[in-house]
């Protein structure tokens, strides 16, 4: 009778555990998933950036853009502030080169050569929605300022700085007078752009 007591003493006490050592070994096998995580994260490599931040002292360059081989000029006769830019062919024209030059710290402004030092700017400094590229009187503004990163194929983005949007040409349109605008970046081959140096 007393190893009965004792018996059925022991099976209370076990069915009390159960529960406890229910939950013990799911703590358990959580921390085992947790340091697997862990452990693959720390041997995941990590690729070095692709870009390269450039400093351009002073330099006069055509600007390609990859997606159609045209380069970054001003529409029309006029090269006065509010000249909307464009892409057309190469033709050699002054209105297609540009003076880059360095404002510190990877920041540059971009002026049309034959503007009398009019810049390449973001119209009204719009950093919502589309907003076109056009030539501006120099105010010292972030609108007006640019920086410059080289991509791994040796093209470049050009990003506004008041906005962190890149210099585009709009809807990937190839055809001649495009329009430039400001747009988020996504990688897109209209947003890249081949710097060639004319002279320095």
Known sequence: MKNKRLF?????????LIPLLSVFFLLLLSGCEALDLILDDSQQTIEPSTEESLDIDYGIFTLTAKHSGKVL????????????????????STSQQWVIKSLGEGIHSISAMNSKGIILAVKEADAEGVAYVVLADWNN?????????????????????????????????????AECIEWKWHSGSNQMWKLEEIQR
Do not use: F, M
């Open 8 to 16: 059925a003493h022991l099976i209370s006490k076990w069915n009390r």
């Open 73 to 92: 000029d001003v529409a029309g006769p006029d090269i006065g502030a509010g000249a909307q830019c464009v892409q057309e062919p190469l033709s050699g």
């Open 141 to 177: 503004t972030d609108n007006q300022k640019w920086k410059i990163d080289r991509q791994s194929d040796g093209y470049c983005k050009i990003t506004a700085l008041h906005s962190g949007k890149v210099l585009d040409v709009k809807d990937e349109e190839t055809a001649d007078d």
